[in-house]
């Protein structure tokens, strides 16, 4: 969960999580619909996929393996959470480089080559400083030494360990390291979501189990992709009404997403499932998508109530299938980066246990917003 995550978003998800599957054999025989549900609003959602693949690896060895190579045969399992595991959990001299470590290592050597060429250049120097015993203390001390004393933006050089040893602290800038390279502005893509409603219900399909938002609930669209625009097209035929639109970003691109609603009496073709709107908080709906519900049912009671006053004003006229996102720290962007395949996850209802609530943290910079 800490992969590109912050450590306040995750705790809240961390504790529910270990409380519903407290063993690595029990979320090895969870259903991964209910999974990828618990999961929403964290984000880049690859890391749940490959978590409870991982989970069924383990449970089928019935052990974990303690080698970093072991460890890297896991779904999902790249070089920094092998070498940590390794050295944290089994006491393996491995090399432990996470964000924080980088920015120790590239000012302790001024390494001034950017990000990201620079990492091969600090994984050597941090293999040239790592001993060979005590490896895991030495690894969470340089992590903690990097999140409390080695900040980013201003730097406690005074009270740093190293500071007579720093490189960086000698240039008088050491700020300035690691070097990052010009970062580009992301591209906008434009794409459309459909509200369909039956009887109270709203109609939502399951994405496809790879690529962006893989296995995971959310309104039909015309599929938009960081590659391209979206067709434009609705599922259905009908009387459609445009909602609005909202802004979401993604690690690579940016996304106007336009909301468009109609009600049907019939099937929408293809699977799918009715979910009752008035339970929509519990449907598990990544943050794009829970973004879109709201701006529809937000355009249903403005419809309905006049004078009904924008959701941007007042927090109480938001729905709850993201209010409580929009109170937490916003951490990375929705994204699918997967080191590994996995295979497809079951479809399954993942129905169970939808009385629990979820706060979960909004991983997006941008809140609803009304484009016109």
């Known amino acids: 969960m800490l992969q590109q995550t912050t450590t306040a978003a995750v705790v809240p998800y961390f504790a529910r999580f270990i409380d519903r599957w407290p063993t ?154 690691p070097v990052k390279a010009v970062r580009r502005a992301n591209p906008v893509r434009t794409g459309a979501a459909f509200w369909i409603e039956r009887d109270g219900a709203v109609w939502l399909v399951r994405r496809p189990s790879t690529g962006m938002l893989g296995g995971m609930r959310a309104l039909p669209d015309d599929g938009w992709s960081a590659a391209g625009e979206g067709s434009g097209e609705a599922p259905v035929s009908g009387e459609w009404r445009e909602a609005g639109a909202v802004r979401h970003g993604f690690s690579h691109f940016d996304l106007v997403l336009r909301i468009r609603r109609t009600s049907i009496a019939h099937q929408p073709p293809g699977a799918g499932e009715w979910w009752p709107v008035g339970e929509l908080a519990d449907a598990g709906l990544p943050t794009l998508f829970a973004k879109a519900a709201t701006r529809a049912l937000d355009d249903s009671a403005a419809e309905h109530q006049p004078q009904h006053r924008d959701h941007q004003d007042d927090e109480a006229e938001i729905p709850s299938v993201v209010r409580s996102r929009q109170r937490a720290d916003p951490g990375p962007q929705d994204c699918d980066r997967q080191d590994h395949p996995v295979a497809p996850p079951e479809q399954g209802n993942g129905r169970r246990d939808r009385q629990q609530q979820r706060d979960e943290p909004d991983e997006n910079r941008n809140d609803v917003q009304h484009v016109s």
């Open 24 to 177: 690595v054999f029990d979320l090895a025989d969870a259903d991964e619909a209910e999974v990828m549900a618990a999961w929403a609003g964290l984000g880049y959602y690859s890391r749940a996929r490959n978590l409870i693949a991982a989970a069924r690896v383990v449970a089928a060895r019935e052990a974990f393996p303690s080698s970093e190579a072991g460890l890297r045969e896991l779904p999902g399992v790249g070089a920094y959470i092998a070498a940590a595991v390794a050295a944290i959990a089994f006491g393996r001299r491995a090399v432990v480089v996470d964000a924080n470590i980088e920015r120790v290592v590239a000012r302790l050597f001024a390494i001034g080559e950017p990000l990201p060429q620079a990492r091969k250049s600090i994984r050597q120097r941090t293999d040239e400083v790592t001993p060979a015993s005590r490896v895991g203390d030495f690894a969470q001390a340089m992590m903690d030494l990097g999140a409390t004393v080695c900040t980013p933006r201003q730097p406690k050089c005074l009270v740093c360990p190293l500071a007579e040893r720093c490189a960086a602290r000698a240039t008088g800038e050491p700020s300035r390291y």
